[in-house]
């Protein structure tokens, strides 16, 4: 069975740093492009970047540039968004997404094209406060 389990979300004031993490299981973990969303309460669905398993190639949004880092751990199936310096525009569901074909440039499309991705996550929620 194909799933993306998303953690590591939290409640914590601003100017702090978080982890999560998106544990994959039942694909080929190498053959897949890994991606970050967000959505917070009235808005729509956000990318925030994305790791392509397949080539290296890594992308991130505008928003996402110079405050989050992606990584992979091929081994351990899984992929990390280190977020440092969380403002509480932050706040958000975060989800993890995969699909081996859609390149990591559609992570910037806006809206964000869900039906682009194959296998969606659950989403771990972040919560920053002032």
């Known amino acids: 069975e194909v799933q993306l389990v998303e953690s590591g979300g939290g409640w914590v004031q601003g100017g702090e740093s978080l982890r999560l993490s998106c544990a994959a299981s039942?694909?080929?973990?190498?053959?897949?492009?890994i991606s970050w969303f967000r959505q917070a309460p009235g808005k729509e669905r956000e990318g925030i970047g994305c790791?392509?398993?397949?080539?290296?190639?890594?992308k991130y949004t505008e928003s996402a540039t110079g405050r989050f880092t992606i990584s992979s751990d091929n081994a351990k199936s899984t992929v990390y968004l280190q977020m440092n310096g969380l403002k509480p525009e932050d706040t958000a569901v975060y989800y993890c997404?995969?699909?081996?074909?859609?390149?990591?440039?559609?992570?910037?499309?806006?809206?964000?094209?869900?039906?682009?991705?194959?296998?969606w996550g659950q989403g771990t929620q972040v919560t920053v406060s002032s």
């Open positions: 790791i392509n398993n397949r080539n290296g190639d890594i």
């Open positions: 997404a995969a699909d081996p074909y859609t390149p990591c440039i559609m992570v910037r499309r806006t809206p964000a094209p869900q039906r682009a991705y194959d296998y």
């Open positions: 039942g694909f080929i973990f190498d053959d897949y492009a």
